[in-house]
Antibody, heavy 118, light 110 residues
Framework: EVQLVESGGGLLQPGGSVRLSCAASGFTFSTYWMHWVRQAPGKGLVWVSR????????SYAASVEGRFTTTRDNAKNTLDLQMNSLRAEDTAVYYCVRGGSRSRFDPWGQGILVTVSS | QSALTQPASVSGSPGQSITISCTGTSSDVGGYNYVSWYQQHPGKAPKVMIYDVSNRPSGVSNRFSGSKSGNTASLTISGLQAEDEADYYCSSYTSSSTWLFGGGTKLTVL
């Protein structure tokens, strides 16, 4: 069974940093693009970032470019999101998602809540 | 980039069909056959219902279908059932090698 399990969220202060992790299992992790997608409370889905299979190429939403960094460790089957210079508007549930074709986000992790507040 | 445009809400009675639209531009929806649709029940993670405009993953009911014309994609649900009540989101790959989601549509089964 394909599983994605996020960890590392919590209550952070504005300007602070946090590292989210996603543990993948049940599939050949290194052969898939991986994404982060977030959802602010009561709001819609917003794509955050994407990393290719070997970790050599990434892309980011304009709202997080330069503040967030996505990496992966294919030996450990883990995906990370380093989030720096946090803002209140970064408050959201963050989902780790496997990419299939360029349009298939499947499956999704259970999500992890990041709250940025003083 | 702005989110793709979806109606905020749609409704239908059991057994009826409904269609949810998703409008973008020639740089996203209209430029690629990389549109997908997601169902999200309250408190749950999204689930892919349609990908690559009209492909249905195994296990998804054939009551769900997708199409595209120009810059607008559509999700049609036929034979509405109470369990279909959820939020639905479209997504598209873009010319910037990024992805956009729609604002979401709340489906109410009357």
């Amino acid at each position: 069974e394909v599983q994605l399990v996020e960890s590392g969220g919590g209550l952070l202060q504005p300007g602070g940093s946090v590292r989210l992790s996603c543990a993948a299992s049940g599939f050949t992790f290194s052969t898939y693009w991986m994404h982060w997608v977030r959802q602010a409370p009561g709001k819609g889905l917003v794509w955050v970032s994407r990393i290719n299979g070997d970790g050599s190429d990434t892309s980011y939403a304009a709202s997080v470019e330069g503040r967030f960094t996505t990496t992966r460790d294919n030996a450990k089957n883990t995906l990370d999101l380093q989030m720096n210079s946090l803002r209140a508007e970064d408050t959201a549930v963050y989902y780790c998602v496997r990419g299939g074709s360029r349009s298939r986000f499947d499956p999704w992790g259970q999500g992890i809540l990041v709250t940025v507040s003083s | 980039q702005s989110a793709l445009t979806q109606p905020a809400s749609v409704s239908g009675s059991p057994g009826q069909s409904i269609t949810i639209s998703c409008t973008g531009t020639s740089s996203d929806v209209g430029g690629y056959n990389y549109v997908s649709w997601y169902q999200q029940h309250p408190g749950k993670a999204p689930k892919v219902m349609i990908y690559d405009v009209s492909n249905r993953p195994s296990g998804v009911s054939n009551r769900f279908s997708g199409s595209k014309s120009g810059n607008t994609a559509s999700l049609t649900i036929s034979g509405l059932q109470a369990e279909d009540e959820a939020d639905y989101y479209c997504s598209s790959y873009t010319s910037s090698s990024t992805w956009l989601f729609g604002g979401g549509t709340k489906l109410t089964v009357l």
